[in-house]
């Protein structure tokens, strides 16, 4: 248990919709990125966020945007469903100047159909 | 970040040791080299890092070549529960907050009873 918490567990949209996913840091941490896994693939960074701000993004669309809230929770947002967004969507908190360790919450698995 | 190269998969039969091996020719000098793994259908957990000098610490040993051209992970006396993929990532370690991870598709090792 790293105290990271992601909420739904499991998804289904269809394509074209929207969707919300929320992530609880662990205590403490101000720091959070974003993975997505494809099945069989290495987690691939999409975006970080450190203090409200987002401090670094992978190589992925505009429609992939993110919120950090004041007490570091964080919300990733993906507008106009495609199919190859499904995938495990893997939440990581961690605390500026430790950077040896990030914990990664248990991931929100989404099926677009 | 410097492109890593890792077998696979790999057997280990529980209770011996696990050699994980790792490639990272193009490792820069101010990059450190980290382990993480994944059990299946969990976040990945951390496992150890280091620079030049070989690491310990309760999971696991990392040894690095004093090239630092390649690096193993060892498991000294692994379990069925050590049966996971194993990612080996190299990265700098800024004063910033960024903390971008690249994974590749990481070893899986399996321990066999």
């Known amino acids: 248990e790293t105290g990271v918490t992601q909420s739904p567990t499991h998804l289904i949209k269809t394509r074209g919709q929207q969707v919300t996913l929320r992530c609880s840091s662990q205590?403490?941490?101000?720091?959070v990125s974003w993975y997505q896994q494809a099945l069989g693939q290495g987690p691939q960074f999409i975006f970080q966020?450190?203090?409200?701000?987002?401090?670094g993004r992978g190589n992925f669309p505009p429609r992939f945007s993110g919120l950090q809230f004041p007490n570091y929770s964080s919300e990733l947002n993906v507008n106009a469903l495609e199919l190859d967004d499904s995938a495990l969507y893997l939440c990581?908190?961690?605390?500026?100047?430790?950077?040896?360790?990030?914990?990664f919450g248990p991931g929100t698995r989404l099926t677009v159909t | 970040d410097a492109k890593t190269t890792q077998p696979p998969s790999m057997d280990c039969a529980e209770g011996r040791a696990a050699n994980l091996p790792c490639n990272h020719s193009?490792?820069?000098?101010?990059?450190?080299v980290y382990w993480y793994r994944q059990i299946h259908s969990q976040g990945p957990q951390y496992i150890i890092h280091?620079?030049?000098n070989n690491e310990t610490n309760e999971m696991a040993s990392l040894i690095i070549t004093e090239d630092r051209k390649s690096s193993t992970l060892i498991l000294p006396h692994a379990t069925l529960r050590d049966t996971a993929v194993y990612y080996c990532?190299?990265?700098?370690?800024?004063?910033?907050?960024?903390?971008?991870?690249?994974f590749g598709k990481g070893t899986l090792l399996t321990v066999n009873p």
């Open positions: 990581a908190s961690s605390l500026a100047g430790h950077s040896y360790e990030q914990y």
């Open positions: 205590s403490g941490h101000n720091t």
């Open positions: 966020y450190y203090r409200e701000e987002e401090n």
């Open positions: 193009t490792i820069s000098g101010n990059e450190y």
């Open positions: 280091g620079l030049k």
């Open positions: 990532i190299v990265r700098v370690v800024s004063g910033g907050s960024n903390y971008k991870l690249t």
